[in-house]
């Protein structure tokens, strides 16, 4: 074999160092490096989110007053029952629709709690009323329930005419009808009051 002139063989050993100091930057150190560009980014990345979640829980703060101001609104409103339970506004409605058929002349038969249901955001407390009255009491009753404030709604209106005849006058029929009515009058609160 030959040997090679000093030169080229201290050329050679020098490459072939490079060669394995660049082998292992490839497989040791490249990685190491890759890596912490990785954790870099990440690190920037969860800072982003650290300030996007807490400009969130800021906003959350300012929207839950925000809902507490319009509650309340609504609630001072008087559009609403205000009674805070189920059963609280049940007995508001009923002694609301108790005074006004007094108001009224009409006489309070019977009346009843329905079950109270969710519409978005509010429970619904009704009552179901029977009732008589005549003509002249009946019209501007069901114009006070209906256009008063709490708001209510009248539902399932039943009425039934019966002419009331004096004894000594059997055969006229020209009085006023007594009405027998019922139905279905309710209001609302909010949902979370009702609980």
């Given amino acids: 074999m030959h040997a090679l002139p000093p030169w080229l063989s201290k050329l050679s050993a020098v490459a072939l160092l490079a060669g394995i100091l660049l ?4 497989y040791a ?9 990785e954790l870099r980014d990440d ?5 982003e989110m650290i300030a996007h979640l807490s400009a969130a829980g800021e906003r959350r703060e300012q929207l839950v007053k925000q809902i507490e101001v319009l509650e309340r609104s609504v609630i001072d409103s008087g559009l609403l029952l205000q009674s805070e339970t189920e059963p609280l506004a049940a007995a508001e409605l009923r002694e ?36 008589r009255a005549n003509i002249q009491q009946f019209v501007p009753l069901l114009y006070e329930l209906e256009a008063q404030r709490p708001y209510l709604f009248v539902e399932t209106l039943e009425i039934k005419s019966r002419v009331r005849r004096s004894r000594q006058n059997r055969e006229r029929s020209d009085e006023t009808p007594l009405l027998m009515a019922r139905f279905d009058i309710y209001g609302y609160i909010l949902s979370e009051r009702g609980q």
């Fill in 43 to 47: 690190l920037a990345h969860s800072g």
């Fill in 23 to 26: 082998l292992f930057v490839v």
């Fill in 96 to 131: 609301t629709v108790k005074r006004i058929i007094g108001r009224t002349g009409g006489e309070l038969q019977s009346s009843q709690n329905l079950t109270a249901s969710d519409v978005e955001g509010f429970k619904r407390i009704a009552i179901r009323v029977a009732l």
């Fill in 29 to 37: 150190i490249a990685p190491i490096v890759e890596r912490h560009r």
